[in-house]
C-alpha cells in the first residue's frame, strides 16, 4: 500500500458511504470506488490529478499529488470544501 490509496467513510444524509483510492504510483493508474463499484478510472501524468462527484447534492473531490520527485502518491478528500481524514495511511 502507497501512501496514494486511502479509503474514506462518510455520513451524507445519515447514510454511510465508503470511498476507496488505489494508486499504483509505477503506472500511474487511479481507481476511485463508491461503495465497492469502480466509479472512475484515470491516470496520473507529471502532474496532480483532481476527481469530483456529486453524492445525493454534495460535492466530493478526491485529489492525487505526486510525491517524492515523482516516485510516489498521495490522496486526499474533500466533502463539500472539507478536509475529511482518511480511515488508513
Known amino acids: 500500500m502507497s501512501?496514494?490509496?486511502n479509503a474514506w467513510r462518510i455520513?451524507?444524509?445519515g447514510v454511510e458511504?465508503?470511498?476507496d483510492v488505489d494508486?499504483?504510483?509505477m503506472?500511474?493508474?487511479i481507481v476511485v470506488r463508491l461503495d465497492g463499484e469502480?466509479?472512475?478510472e484515470d491516470r496520473i501524468w507529471?502532474?496532480?490529478k483532481e476527481i469530483r462527484f456529486a453524492l445525493e447534492g454534495h460535492e466530493v473531490q478526491v485529489d492525487v499529488d505526486l510525491a517524492h520527485a515523482g516516485f510516489s502518491?498521495?490522496?486526499?478528500l474533500r466533502l463539500d470544501g472539507r478536509h475529511v481524514e482518511p480511515l488508513r495511511r
Open 73 to 76: 502518491t498521495r490522496s486526499s
Open 23 to 25: 494508486v499504483t504510483a
Open 11 to 13: 455520513d451524507v444524509g
Open 17 to 19: 458511504h465508503d470511498v
Open 38 to 40: 469502480v466509479l472512475e
Open 46 to 48: 507529471f502532474s496532480d
Open 3 to 5: 501512501e496514494g490509496d
Open 27 to 29: 503506472t500511474g493508474k
